[in-house]
């Protein structure tokens, strides 16, 4: 008799898993009953961060918040910077939702990150209720792949996401992280208006950091219509990938092309690459360097020319 299989339907991956197997996010299994979460209530990682290191750059800046990870990814992407916890399974520290919700009481909130947070999905739902219940926000940074119905539970419990774009070809989603650049434009698309929106695109030397590529995708999140920021990053080899760490004056030719489309883009993992400008005057409104900020702006607008500052918190 074949053995019992059961589809997951978490996200678009769709693993179809016998009995005792687990899906390619290696936490969510098969034990007889459906797939289920096999990391809930397990942590895999937390610490206190600068909001700034998400990262989210118009978001309460300056501030703290606790942030927290399970193990498991459903990427498999090959320069994964936190591929410990991410490409593995391991027993975590076991955590309740409260516990999760009392911790976030000493900073913003509680921000679920670090690995692949939308495989602890039952997680994030129990626990963010409890967040903002205690006046803390919720934020989110995910590679956005989930299925649609369980994205739509999700987003009216977040406050903050900064999604990763690691490319705009389905060539490379297929070639280095074994998904698909559709599965994530439909999660900004769906984000975008309903909550504070950044984007991250790491820059990996010959393979997304083509000029056509950049400019096609800054349009593409221009033509969104919503207020975001986005932050082309900076690489440097990790896990399975040895190409060379990005070149600092392609990055800055990238960020030149990327701001003609739109007005908050940040070179990451660049001295001086995180200066917000305004975009009616070019007047330095807030200033970041390793995390120390020096917010000029006066209750949220520019100080030379008034312009109000996308952002929330300013």
């Not at 947070?117 to 956005?144: C, H, Q, Y």
């Given at each position: 008799?074949?053995?019992?299989?059961?589809?997951?339907?978490?996200?678009?991956?769709?693993?179809?898993?016998?009995?005792?197997?687990?899906?390619?996010?290696?936490?969510?299994?098969?034990?007889?009953?459906?797939?289920?979460?096999?990391?809930?209530?397990?942590?895999?990682?937390?610490?206190?961060?600068?909001?700034?290191?998400?990262?989210?750059?118009?978001?309460?800046?300056?501030?703290?918040?606790?942030?927290?990870?399970?193990?498991?990814?459903?990427?498999?992407?090959?320069?994964?910077?936190?591929?410990?916890?991410?490409?593995?399974?391991?027993?975590?520290?076991?955590?309740?939702?409260?516990?999760?919700?009392?911790?976030?009481?000493?900073?913003?909130?509680?921000?679920?990150?670090?690995?692949?947070?939308?495989?602890?999905?039952?997680?994030?739902?129990?626990?963010?209720?409890?967040?903002?219940?205690?006046?803390?926000?919720?934020?989110?940074?995910?590679?956005?792949?989930?299925?649609?119905?369980?994205?739509?539970?999700?987003?009216?419990?977040?406050?903050?996401?900064?999604?990763?774009?690691?490319?705009?070809?389905?060539?490379f989603y297929q070639k280095y992280c074994g998904g698909k650049l559709s599965w994530v434009?439909?999660?900004?698309?769906?984000?975008?208006?309903?909550?504070?929106?950044?984007?991250?695109?790491?820059?990996?030397?010959?393979?997304?950091?083509?000029?056509?590529?950049?400019?096609?995708?800054?349009?593409?999140?221009?033509?969104?219509?919503?207020?975001?920021?986005?932050?082309?990053?900076?690489?440097?080899?990790?896990?399975?990938?040895?190409?060379?760490?990005t070149d600092r004056v392609k990055l800055l030719k990238l960020w030149e092309l990327a701001?003609?489309?739109?007005?908050?883009?940040?070179?990451?993992?660049?001295?001086?690459?995180?200066?917000?400008?305004?975009?009616?005057?070019?007047?330095?409104?807030?200033?970041?360097?390793?995390?120390?900020?020096?917010?000029?702006?006066?209750?949220?607008?520019?100080?030379?020319?008034?312009?109000?500052?996308?952002?929330?918190?300013?």
């Amino acid at each position: 008799m074949e053995a019992m299989t059961a589809s997951c339907l978490l996200c678009p991956q769709h693993c179809q898993l016998r009995m005792g197997q687990v899906g390619r996010c290696k936490v969510r299994g098969n034990q007889g009953e459906g797939v289920q979460a096999l990391n809930y209530g397990e942590v895999a990682s937390w610490h206190l961060d600068p909001i700034e290191k998400k990262p989210l750059y118009h978001f309460y800046p300056g501030s703290w918040i606790f942030s927290v990870a399970g193990f498991g990814c459903n990427l498999s992407c090959t320069f994964c910077q936190n591929h410990e916890i991410s490409q593995i399974r391991k027993i975590g520290v076991g955590v309740t939702p409260e516990e999760l919700a009392r911790q976030a009481q000493r900073s913003l909130g509680l921000c679920f990150t670090y690995s692949e947070p939308l495989t602890w999905f039952e997680m994030i739902r129990d626990t963010a209720p409890l967040v903002r219940k205690n006046g803390g926000k919720v934020v989110l940074v995910s590679n956005g792949i989930i299925a649609p119905r369980f994205l739509e539970e999700l987003i009216p419990l977040i406050d903050a996401v900064n999604i990763d774009i690691k490319a705009f070809t389905e060539e490379f989603y297929q070639k280095y992280c074994g998904g698909k650049l559709s599965w994530v434009l439909e999660t900004v698309e769906r984000l975008a208006g309903r909550v504070h929106l950044e984007v991250t695109t790491l820059i990996i030397p010959e393979a997304n950091d083509s000029p056509a590529e950049i400019k096609e995708l800054a349009q593409w999140l221009r033509r969104l219509n919503t207020p975001l920021a986005w932050h082309l990053s900076r690489y440097f080899p990790a896990y399975k990938l040895h190409t060379p760490p990005t070149d600092r004056v392609k990055l800055l030719k990238l960020w030149e092309l990327a701001k003609e489309e739109l007005p908050y883009v940040y070179m990451g993992n660049v001295s001086g690459g995180g200066t917000t400008f305004c975009p009616q005057c070019g007047k330095a409104v807030i200033l970041r360097e390793n995390y120390e900020i020096q917010n000029l702006s006066a209750k949220g607008k520019c100080p030379s020319c008034g312009k109000e500052i996308f952002g929330v918190g300013l």
